[in-house]
C-alpha cells in the first residue's frame, strides 16, 4: 500500500532520530503542527513542502510518494562513474578529498533515490572509507567535525536499510560497514552488536548452492557447473582473507612459526591449484609472499625467504599480464569463472619495491641473490 504523505513525515523523521519538537524547531512551526500532519488531520502548507524536503535531504517528489525505489539503470550507470572515479584520481587530489567528493555524489543522488537499497549499501561503504581517510590525516577541529558529520550520516543511511529492508545482501553490507565503523570510533560493543548479526560463512552470495542445484533439476548442466564454481570461487577469497588474519593475530604475539603455518597454507593450495596454469586464473588472490618471507625472516631461515620474494616477483609478473583480461578458467573446478578485478586501475609501479625495502630483509640485502630479486622486481616496475 502506498504511503501517505503523513506516513513518510513520520518515518523520515524516525529514520534521522528526530522528535516531532526538533522537526518542528527546524521548520519555525509549532509541534502541533507536525503531529498534526503525521496523524493526517492536517497537510503542510506548500511553502512548507521544499524546507521539509531539505531537512530530510531527500527530492520533493518523496514527500509526494515517489519512494525512490526504482531508477536501478540509473544507479548501475552511476555507481560504475564512481568507481571510474575512485580509480583515477588526479596527482594533485588529496584521497581525503577524492574519496569526500564521491560520498557527496552519492549523498546527493540519495536524494534522488533515499530507499534505493543498492545506492544506499555503496554510499556507506564510501562513507567508512572516508572515515578512515580523517582518521589518517593530521586531526583539526574542523576535520574531526567534519568526521563526526559524516560517521552519523553513515549511521542514518545504514539505519534506513536496517529498518525497512528484507534483503539479506543489503542487510549484511549495513550490519558489515556499522562493524567496521564502530569500530573506528572505539566503539567495540556496538560494532560487536552489528557483526554479531551478519550472516557469517556466505560464499554463496543470494543462495548460490540452492541455484546450481535447481539449474541442475532443469537440466541447464552448464549453469550447474558455472554456478559451484562461482561458489567455490567465493569460498576461496574467503579462506585466503580468514587465513591472513588468523596469520596476523599469532604474528602480534610473537607466535611466528604459527603465522607462517596460516600465511604460507593459502600458497600452498593456490601452487597446487593452478599447477603449470599459472597464467590462466581466473581470479587474483594474493598469496601474501611478502609475510611468508617476513616470517621466514624472524625465524632465522633467510634462504627461505628469498623462495617467497622470487614467487613474490614472478606471481606479479603474472597479474600484470592478466589484470582485467576477460578469460574464462580451463580448471574443472572453477569452470567457466572469469578474470573480475575490481575497478580500479592497475599500476605495476610500486607493487615490489616498498616490499623489498623493508627493514627486515637488511641482513640478505647484500647478497647476490636479493640483489638479482630486487633487479627483477625493479625492471618490472619499469614495464619491462
Given at each position: 500500500m502506498k504511503?501517505?504523505?503523513?506516513?513518510?513525515?513520520?518515518?523520515l523523521r524516525k529514520e534521522r532520530n528526530l522528535t516531532q519538537e526538533e522537526l518542528a524547531e527546524q521548520l519555525n512551526v509549532t509541534p502541533q503542527a507536525v503531529s498534526r500532519w503525521e496523524n493526517e488531520t492536517g497537510m503542510p502548507d506548500i511553502s512548507q513542502v521544499i524546507p521539509l524536503a531539505n531537512v530530510f535531504g531527500v527530492s520533493t517528489d518523496v514527500l509526494f510518494g515517489k519512494d525512490g525505489t526504482d531508477g536501478e539503470a540509473e544507479i548501475e550507470v552511476f555507481i560504475r562513474d564512481i568507481?571510474?572515479?575512485?580509480?583515477?584520481?588526479?596527482?594533485?587530489?588529496?584521497?581525503?578529498?577524492?574519496?569526500?567528493?564521491?560520498?557527496?555524489?552519492?549523498?546527493?543522488?540519495?536524494?534522488?533515490?533515499?530507499?534505493?537499497?543498492?545506492?544506499?549499501?555503496?554510499?556507506?561503504?564510501?562513507?567508512c572509507c572516508l572515515v578512515n581517510e580523517y582518521r589518517s590525516a593530521e586531526e583539526t577541529?574542523?576535520?574531526?567535525?567534519?568526521?563526526?558529520?559524516?560517521?552519523?550520516?553513515?549511521?542514518?543511511?545504514a539505519n534506513v536499510i536496517l529498518h525497512h529492508c528484507t534483503d539479506s545482501r543489503y542487510l549484511n553490507a549495513a550490519h558489515k560497514w556499522l562493524t567496521q565503523l564502530y569500530r573506528c570510533m572505539g566503539n567495540p560493543v556496538k560494532a560487536k552488536e552489528h557483526a554479531k548479526r551478519i550472516t557469517v560463512f556466505d560464499p554463496y552470495e543470494e543462495g548460490g548452492d540452492w541455484l546450481a542445484l535447481v539449474y541442475s533439476d532443469l537440466g541447464k548442466v552448464e549453469e550447474s557447473r558455472k554456478q559451484y564454481a562461482a561458489n567455490i570461487y567465493k569460498a576461496q577469497e574467503y579462506l585466503a582473507n580468514q587465513l591472513i588474519m588468523l596469520g596476523h593475530s599469532w604474528a602480534w604475539a610473537g607466535e611466528y612459526e604459527k603465522a607462517y603455518a596460516c600465511y604460507r597454507l593459502y600458497p600452498d593450495l593456490f601452487e597446487r591449484m593452478v599447477g603449470d596454469g599459472e597464467d590462466e586464473i581466473p581470479f587474483c588472490l594474493e598469496p601474501c609472499f611478502d609475510q611468508c618471507a617476513l616470517m621466514c625472516m624472524r625465524l632465522g631461515r633467510p634462504d627461505e625467504a628469498m623462495d617467497w620474494l622470487e614467487k613474490m616477483v614472478r606471481h606479479q609478473?603474472?597479474?600484470?599480464?592478466?589484470?582485467?583480461?576477460?578469460t574464462e578458467s580451463k580448471l574443472p573446478y572453477l569452470y567457466g569463472c572469469e578474470l573480475r578485478y575490481n575497478a580500479h586501475t592497475y599500476n605495476r609501479a610500486e607493487q615490489l619495491t616498498p616490499t623489498l625495502a623493508w627493514a627486515v630483509f637488511d641482513p640478505i640485502r647484500d647478497t647476490e641473490r636479493f640483489r638479482t630479486i630486487l633487479s627483477d622486481a625493479e625492471a618490472f616496475e619499469r614495464g619491462e
Amino acid at each position: 500500500m502506498k504511503e501517505t504523505m503523513g506516513q513518510i513525515i513520520r518515518r523520515l523523521r524516525k529514520e534521522r532520530n528526530l522528535t516531532q519538537e526538533e522537526l518542528a524547531e527546524q521548520l519555525n512551526v509549532t509541534p502541533q503542527a507536525v503531529s498534526r500532519w503525521e496523524n493526517e488531520t492536517g497537510m503542510p502548507d506548500i511553502s512548507q513542502v521544499i524546507p521539509l524536503a531539505n531537512v530530510f535531504g531527500v527530492s520533493t517528489d518523496v514527500l509526494f510518494g515517489k519512494d525512490g525505489t526504482d531508477g536501478e539503470a540509473e544507479i548501475e550507470v552511476f555507481i560504475r562513474d564512481i568507481e571510474s572515479k575512485l580509480s583515477n584520481r588526479p596527482a594533485e587530489v588529496a584521497w581525503l578529498d577524492h574519496y569526500r567528493q564521491c560520498c557527496e555524489d552519492c549523498r546527493r543522488m540519495l536524494e534522488i533515490y533515499p530507499n534505493n537499497y543498492e545506492l544506499l549499501a555503496y554510499s556507506i561503504g564510501n562513507i567508512c572509507c572516508l572515515v578512515n581517510e580523517y582518521r589518517s590525516a593530521e586531526e583539526t577541529e574542523e576535520l574531526v567535525r567534519e568526521r563526526q558529520t559524516w560517521e552519523n550520516e553513515c549511521i542514518r543511511q545504514a539505519n534506513v536499510i536496517l529498518h525497512h529492508c528484507t534483503d539479506s545482501r543489503y542487510l549484511n553490507a549495513a550490519h558489515k560497514w556499522l562493524t567496521q565503523l564502530y569500530r573506528c570510533m572505539g566503539n567495540p560493543v556496538k560494532a560487536k552488536e552489528h557483526a554479531k548479526r551478519i550472516t557469517v560463512f556466505d560464499p554463496y552470495e543470494e543462495g548460490g548452492d540452492w541455484l546450481a542445484l535447481v539449474y541442475s533439476d532443469l537440466g541447464k548442466v552448464e549453469e550447474s557447473r558455472k554456478q559451484y564454481a562461482a561458489n567455490i570461487y567465493k569460498a576461496q577469497e574467503y579462506l585466503a582473507n580468514q587465513l591472513i588474519m588468523l596469520g596476523h593475530s599469532w604474528a602480534w604475539a610473537g607466535e611466528y612459526e604459527k603465522a607462517y603455518a596460516c600465511y604460507r597454507l593459502y600458497p600452498d593450495l593456490f601452487e597446487r591449484m593452478v599447477g603449470d596454469g599459472e597464467d590462466e586464473i581466473p581470479f587474483c588472490l594474493e598469496p601474501c609472499f611478502d609475510q611468508c618471507a617476513l616470517m621466514c625472516m624472524r625465524l632465522g631461515r633467510p634462504d627461505e625467504a628469498m623462495d617467497w620474494l622470487e614467487k613474490m616477483v614472478r606471481h606479479q609478473r603474472v597479474v600484470a599480464g592478466t589484470y582485467n583480461v576477460i578469460t574464462e578458467s580451463k580448471l574443472p573446478y572453477l569452470y567457466g569463472c572469469e578474470l573480475r578485478y575490481n575497478a580500479h586501475t592497475y599500476n605495476r609501479a610500486e607493487q615490489l619495491t616498498p616490499t623489498l625495502a623493508w627493514a627486515v630483509f637488511d641482513p640478505i640485502r647484500d647478497t647476490e641473490r636479493f640483489r638479482t630479486i630486487l633487479s627483477d622486481a625493479e625492471a618490472f616496475e619499469r614495464g619491462e
